[in-house]
């Protein structure tokens, strides 16, 4: 899910799925659109879907849904370099 302010995208992007379980854990983007920083941050289901709740009550736009992972060139938590 992608959700927009003025301020801020935001974007969720499933890990991975589970058979049986579904989405468990979602890859979170915030994009500033001031300036294009990004900010990565890995959250469960629950955390999303108070912050999807939240941010949409707070008067945030959805405005796209993100159906695949997050491109691992992008992204990689615990990457040893």
Same mark, same amino acid.
């Given at each position: 899910m992608q959700l927009t302010t003025n301020v801020t995208t935001v974007d969720f992007f499933p890990e #991975?799925?589970?058979a049986? +379980?579904?989405?468990k854990r979602f890859q979170k983007r915030v994009?500033?659109?001031s300036n294009g920083l990004k900010s990565y941050s890995t959250?469960?289901?629950?955390? #999303?879907?108070n912050e999807? +709740?939240?941010?949409i009550a707070n008067g945030a736009e959805v405005t796209g849904y993100?159906?695949?992972q997050m491109p691992?060139?992008?992204?990689?938590p615990m990457a040893v370099g």
């Open positions: #991975a799925f589970i049986d +379980e579904g989405v994009t500033f659109n959250v469960t289901m629950l955390t #999303a879907r999807w +709740e939240t941010r993100n159906l695949e691992r060139s992008e992204y990689t």
